[in-house]
């Protein structure tokens, strides 16, 4: 897997200094209430936005970068990026039960 930077500079001191403020938001609830999960969920989310900014690398812009790159197929079949091929939004005129 090839990694390479997907985000501006700009983009990322954003994303350092918005998940640094975050994450020392998060710690200090974490303080006074240690057994709030979403506190901790939080943190974690913080701190995967530094990390985002560090390396200049985001997956989610990748993903959408990656999925604008496929070929439309020409024959009329819509793409499905979900992993359910072969379900359509069909309606069905008779009923089988």
Do not use: H
């Not at 999960?37 to 560090?54: H, N």
């Amino acid at each position: 897997m090839n990694i390479k930077p997907n985000i501006g500079i700009i983009n990322a001191l954003i994303r350092i200094t918005a998940g640094l403020t975050i994450l020392t938001w998060c710690t200090a609830k974490l303080v006074k209430r240690p057994w709030r999960d979403s506190y901790l969920f939080v943190a974690i989310c913080a701190a995967m936005k530094v990390a985002e900014g560090i390396v200049r690398y985001c997956p989610m812009t990748a993903f959408f970068e990656k999925c604008q790159q496929m070929p439309q197929q020409s024959s009329g079949e819509q793409d499905s990026l979900d992993g359910m091929e072969g379900l359509t939004d069909d309606v069905f005129t008779d009923n089988p039960s």
